[in-house]
């Protein structure tokens, strides 16, 4: 059996588990590659494997970076709606090959991601004022 190259591997999956879209294979490949730069970051010597927790740290920034308050409406058109969907990316690209995992690495590492309304959403929200107590409020004088 021969090596599948990124977007043969990508057409198989998607001829056979239509899920998710095309480029959210690209962008998960980018988001490996963001990932392993910050692993690297400011070490010396061979690169190691990057764990779950580091793919979805780099997925997130990358992300965030990419298309900002965007994201959930991006995602959602790529059928990514959680990091579990993430890891069953990943597993696919595993399964034909193109990504290498160790005997440590599951699924469940990425049930356990984080949430994408705290990573994705929130970051944008305006910030919440906390309520003015009741001694504070003043009437506004009436000019008769």
């Not at 057409?11 to 294979?25: F, K, L, M, S, T």
């Not at 927790?53 to 059928?79: I, K, N, Q, S």
């Amino acid at each position: 059996m021969h090596k599948l190259g990124f977007s043969e591997a990508i057409e198989q999956i998607i001829g056979a588990e239509p899920a998710y879209d095309r480029e959210a294979y690209h962008f998960l490949r980018e988001a490996l590659e963001h990932a392993a730069k910050m692993q690297r970051k400011g070490k010396e010597g061979t690169p190691r494997h990057v764990t779950a927790a580091e793919l979805l740290e780099g997925l997130r920034e990358h992300a965030l970076h990419e298309f900002g308050p965007m994201v959930p409406t991006v995602f959602e058109y790529w059928g990514i709606r959680n990091c579990e969907d993430i890891g069953r990316m990943v597993f696919q690209l595993i399964e034909r090959g193109v990504f290498g995992k160790t005997e440590h690495d599951s699924l469940e590492d990425f049930r356990a991601g984080f949430d994408f309304r705290t990573a994705f959403v929130e970051p944008f929200l305006p910030p919440t004022k906390p309520p003015v107590p009741e001694s504070d409020v003043r009437p506004i004088p009436r000019n008769a």
